[in-house]
């Protein structure tokens, strides 16, 4: 069983930025694919990024194109998320996942229901 926890988040000023982390424990994250979703109160866990286990292919949501940028350190057994150039409407909770399946060839996978392992989320907030 894997253990996510978020960090980073907090309050920014438009066009700031922040760095998201997501550490595991219990588990190694080397092999498995990683995916950052948002969700604000009474709406659906979108996806915004995820990464594949090798680290080749990313994805990344129409919104977030060119602002964020999501990477892996399987060293520190951490993935991150840049956030560049961040919006008001970027202010919601951050979640980090993790599934169960691993050295997966391909793109991530970029469902909610595709991921088991979920972190608590961390709040950034972009004042405007």
């Known amino acids: 069983q894997v253990q996510l926890e978020e960090s980073g988040g907090g309050l920014v000023q438009a066009g700031g930025s922040l760095r998201l982390s997501c550490a595991a424990s219990?588990?190694?994250?080397?092999?498995?694919?990683v995916g950052w979703f948002r969700q604000a109160p009474g709406k659906e866990r979108d996806i915004v990024s995820a990464?594949?286990?090798?680290?080749?292919?990313?994805f990344y949501a129409d919104s977030v194109k060119g602002r964020f940028t999501i990477s892996r350190d399987n060293a520190k057994n951490t993935v991150y998320l840049q956030m560049n150039s961040l919006k008001p409407e970027d202010t919601v909770v951050y979640y980090c996942?993790?599934?169960?399946?691993?050295?997966?060839?391909?793109?991530?996978?970029?469902?909610?229901?595709?991921?088991?392992?979920w972190g608590l989320g961390t709040q950034v907030t972009v004042s405007s």
């Open positions: 219990g588990r190694t994250l080397s092999g498995y694919a």
């Open positions: 990464i594949s286990w090798s680290g080749s292919s990313t």
């Open positions: 996942a993790t599934n169960g399946e691993r050295f997966v060839l391909g793109s991530p996978p970029t469902r909610a229901n595709e991921y088991q392992f």
